[in-house]
């Protein structure tokens, strides 16, 4: 396997960054021009439509209260709040929940949902207070190697829906002279209708990073491919939050033509006291599966310090997701 500093200079050699944030609370960054405002998504200006609500480039419930944009309007913003966003917020909820990813009303809590008491993992006061049932436990404890592996169901999605959402926050965050070069994938997000074929062959490469990592920050970057390169996806965005980065292709129809599949370098996560590039967990997402997937189990195994048991069933995880 290539090296971190190998596969960081195939980047620096094959792309050019278009962009590149790093956003804590309490930054403020506004894309576009206040007083000439279009939208992006639709084409369309004041009066036609308004632009009174807050767009998030990246939605609020990744973490980000930071990087919003002027140009997307409110009925494009509502279109996909309801729509794609919901459907990545579904998708994402659980392990947000346990890298304790910061959105709107703080980290969003789990629970098994239906009727009856039913499992909840719910962060208080700095901690994860669990309650699970012993006949229907959401976790199983490896007391002896300090490691919980929990349960967690996901809402429903669809994962196309997913995928698009992903592109939404790339072609949010692209220069506005890039939009051109995306007409077909600006059309495609915006078609509730999933069926419509496009991006068939775009996996993301997602990578997980094991321990602790920061929980109130959100990096995102805009990889373009130069000129003279041709055997490598047009544009990427990479984004990256609590313990994930998700390495998106931004088809271009003009520039990938229709039905390109490339292979794709992972890109290194960030860089932390732990050699982590090294112990990241690889995998390549297929999104594309235009089916709503319901009930779906996702394991999060935690390593613990502390175990208080408390009631019949539960426990304090006071570490950090080990695996996804
Ligand atoms: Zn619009």
């Known amino acids: 396997m290539a090296t971190r500093d190998e596969v960081q200079q195939f980047y620096v050699d094959n792309y050019d960054f278009l962009g590149q944030w790093i956003v804590r609370p309490g930054d403020k960054l506004e894309l576009g021009e206040k007083s000439d405002r279009v939208c992006r998504f639709c084409g369309k200006k004041e009066p036609e439509v308004t632009f009174r609500k807050v ?61 009856g008491p039913g499992w909840r993992i719910e962060f208080v006061d700095g901690g994860f207070e669990i309650k699970s049932y012993e006949d229907d436990p959401v976790f199983e404890m490896d007391e002896a190697n300090s490691r919980v592996t929990f349960k967690l169901k996901r809402d429903p999605y669809t994962p196309v829906a997913v995928l698009k959402a992903f592109m939404k926050i790339g072609l949010t965050l692209m220069p506005a002279g890039e939009m051109r070069n995306f007409e077909h994938l600006l059309a495609w997000i915006r078609d509730a209708d999933h069926s419509r074929p496009f991006a ?49 292709q931004l088809p271009s129809e003009e520039h990938d033509g229709t039905n390109a599949q490339y292979s794709i370098h992972p890109f290194p996560p960030p860089r932390s006291a732990d050699p982590q590039f090294d112990r990241a967990g690889r995998a390549l997402l297929d999104l594309t599966s235009r089916e709503v997937v319901r009930g779906e189990v996702f394991p999060v195994t935690m390593g613990f310090t502390r175990l208080e048991k408390k009631e019949a069933v539960g426990g304090t995880p006071g570490d950090a997701p080990e695996t996804p």
């Open 55 to 115: 767009a998030h480039a990246i939605p609020e419930s990744l973490g980000n209260k930071s990087i919003t944009s002027y140009y997307e309007c409110d009925p494009c913003n509502e279109l996909f709040g309801m729509g794609i966003e919901n459907d990545l917020g579904n998708w994402s909820k659980p392990m947000r929940t346990m890298a304790r990813i910061r959105g709107k009303s703080g980290v969003p809590t789990l629970k098994k949902g239906g009727d």
């Open 200 to 248: 068939d062959k775009c996996p993301i490469m997602y990578t997980f990073s094991p321990g602790p990592r920061p929980n109130d920050s959100i990096g995102a970057m805009i990889l373009r491919r130069k000129p003279a390169i041709v055997d490598q996806p047009y544009a990427y965005l990479i984004l990256t939050y609590g313990n994930e980065q998700f390495q998106v």
